[in-house]
Structure formats: C-alpha cells, structure tokens
C-alpha cells in the first residue's frame, strides 16, 4: 500500500517499522548486498569525528550506525534517538549509548547540544524534511557537523528497468517471504521513488543555514551520502 500522502503517514511509518524492527537488519544486509555497513563507515569519515565530540544518532533505528561509532570511538558521548521504540528494543548491546524516543520534526534537546548529527535512513520518511533538517540545525553547536546516509530518487539511466524491478518487485517478495509484512516493503521502495534527488536534498540543506555541503551517490544511483557544517 501507498502511504506517501497519506495524512496519517507518521502513524503508518511509526506501525511499519514496529512490523519489521526483529527482521530489519537482515534485509537491509540483504536489500543492499551487505553494502550498508560500508555506507555507514564512508559516511562517518565525512564527519571527521574526534574524541571529545558529542555524537546524535537521528533515526537510530536498531542501532547500527552507533554501534560503529562506539566501535570506532570507545567512550565517545553517543545519543541514539528514533521515533519507533520497537527498533530500539530488538536486544542489540546498547552499553554507553544513550538512548531517546523521538520525533525529528521536534527534537527533544536543547539547541546546541551536540557537535555532529548522523542519520541513516531516516529522512526520506519525515513529512517534513525542511522541519527536520531545521531542527538538527537547531540542536547543532555553531561548526558542527551533519551528515545523512539514505535513499535517493534513482536518475533515469540504462539501468532503470533493472532497479524498478528490484524496488518494486523483488524487495516487496522476499520482505513478504522473510518478515510476512508486504506492506512495509511496498512502502520502503514507494518511499525510496517520491524522495528528494540528491541535488533537491543538498539545495534544502543549504536553505536550512548549512555550509560546505556536499554529497556523493552510490549503488547505481539509489542511495546517497550528504554531508556539511552548521555556520559558525
């Protein structure tokens, strides 16, 4: 089922991943080809993080990309925060992260709280992206740092026919055939071809005080990493 425009929508996202959060890790190792661990790892080098930094985990989810973090910086100061509370409760060792259920069009933290905010499949599923990009801006220190891994709108190449069967057919029957929910995995594609091109995601960062933004597309065009820095 469609939700995009649906007026109920972060209702449906918040019931959709509560379906999915005990299989989500495996199909996102299965849909990406194992590639969005290297997503995750390329899009924290373009953070620079450094051991004092104070690290918010937008869209957390089941908490991979903290994960790496902690991995990568023991004893940094990570919050993880994500509108579903099913995906942060999926048993993952959540030791020394912080963590926080919470709506991204209104952050529950004070403004200038952190150094760097990361997210990883999180904004193409807000109803608001200019809000959301509004409020990490808000809770950024002057400097600091954003960064967004997610899907973006494929540009129409020879591949095309190729991804439009993989998005709209094949990711729709094994989510069916592994977590028996069909409608999270008509969304997750349908959300992934109504989203922002990179180029659209990168002009809104920009119009929501962010400089030094760049990004680079990956996985034939389907998948992106943005990046750049709240104005000093």
Known sequence: ???????????????????????????????????????????????????????????????????EIRRQHPGMEITAADFTLAMMLTGRDWHDIQRSTADALNLPFENNSFNVVVSGFLVRNVVDVDLALAEQARVLKPGGRIAILDMTRPRRNLLTPFINLFLNHIVPWIGTLITGQKEAYTYLPDSTQNFLRAEELAAKMEQAGFKEVGFEILNFGTVAIHWGRKSS
Not at 30 to 58: E, Q
Request: charged share 30%; hydrophobic share 35%; aromatic share 4%.
């Open 1 to 67: 089922m469609t939700i995009t425009n649906d007026p109920k929508r972060p209702e449906n996202v918040r019931a959709i991943f509560t379906q999915i959060a005990s299989r989500y890790d495996v199909m996102n190792r299965i849909m990406s080809g194992g590639r969005d661990i290297a997503w995750r790892r390329k899009m924290l080098r373009k953070t620079a993080l450094v051991p004092n930094d104070k690290v918010l985990d937008l869209g957390a989810g089941t908490g991979d990309l903290s994960c």
